[in-house]
């Protein structure tokens, strides 16, 4: 019925979706297990149960919060409403300070304790992370 270049075309328009698609799931599948959510102390008190995945925590670094002894680092994110304590290993940016704005990457142990893994801190007096500034209520 259909000639040999129209099932031929059809057969490569099918392969071309099937490679489309397969791509576009294994794209999706691989962000999924990378995506970090970011939450403010305020969040993790709301939680019902606690996640063992990585995630976010930021706020501002509470005033005279910040402990630092040889090979860790302690503070206090706060949001004005709730806090939560963080330790730390490793390198501290330099523009990590109290009273300033901060993001920090790692695992809960529970509702009031956080172990980091990585640090950001805030870049310059006038930015703010969109999801820190939404979550301090300054929007």
């Known amino acids: 019925m259909y000639g040999r ?6 057969l490569f328009i099918i392969l071309i979706l099937t490679t489309l698609i397969l791509s576009v ?18 969040e993790i008190k709301e939680l019902s149960e606690l996640d063992k995945k990585k995630i976010r925590v ?26 939560i304590n963080v330790t730390y290993s490793g390198a501290i940016p330099n523009l990590f300070e109290e009273g300033k704005g901060v993001v920090a990457e790692g695992f809960l142990k529970d509702r009031n304790f956080f172990s ?24």
């Open 116 to 139: 980091a893994t990585k640090i950001l801190a805030k870049h310059d007096e006038n930015y703010m992370p969109p999801e820190v500034e939404e979550a301090l209520g300054n929007k």
């Open 58 to 83: 930021g706020g501002m670094v509470k005033k005279r919060s910040i402990f630092i002894t040889s090979n860790e680092v302690k503070f206090i994110i706060t949001d004005f409403k709730n806090e």
């Open 25 to 42: 799931f294994l794209v999706l599948k691989s962000l999924e297990e990378n995506v970090v959510y970011f939450q403010s102390p305020s």
């Open 5 to 10: 270049k129209v099932k031929l075309r059809f």
